[in-house]
């Protein structure tokens, strides 16, 4: 375990180099976990310093939260407004370009 000193205070690993118990918030989400409002403890520092990963304990991990049925069913429905034509109303399997405002059968048919 090499640790560097890093001005910001976070204890700083080489890459591929971080302990057990420390995630990235990639590695977190994989497990199907989030950093549960818990600040990040360390980092990894890659490419001479121009990257960085914070890594999070994964004993504080809570688990990812879950859309209820009322959210999931006002996402379905905003994103069903975004496929319906305002001009002809129909139902698009693309999202409705927002520079036409309208499908692009009714684009093409509209006067320029």
């Known amino acids: 375990m090499t640790t560097t000193y ?3 205070g976070f204890d700083t ?15 977190l989400r994989a ?18 310093g121009k ?3 914070y890594l999070y304990r994964l004993d ?10 009322a959210q999931r069913a006002a996402i379905a429905k905003a994103l069903r407004a975004r496929r319906t034509c305002r001009l002809c109303g129909l139902v698009q399997p693309y999202y409705i370009p927002r ?13 320029s």
């Open 60 to 69: 504080l991990a809570a688990p990812k939260r879950v859309a209820t049925p």
């Open 31 to 48: 497990a199907g976990l989030r950093p549960g409002g818990h600040d990040p403890v360390a980092q990894i520092l890659w490419r001479r």
């Open 51 to 53: 990257r960085v990963a």
């Open 99 to 111: 520079r036409y405002g309208c499908c692009f059968d009714c684009h093409e048919g509209s006067p």
């Open 13 to 27: 690993f080489a890459y591929r180099m971080a302990p057990e118990g420390l995630a990235t918030r990639r590695q």
């Open 6 to 8: 890093d001005p910001t």
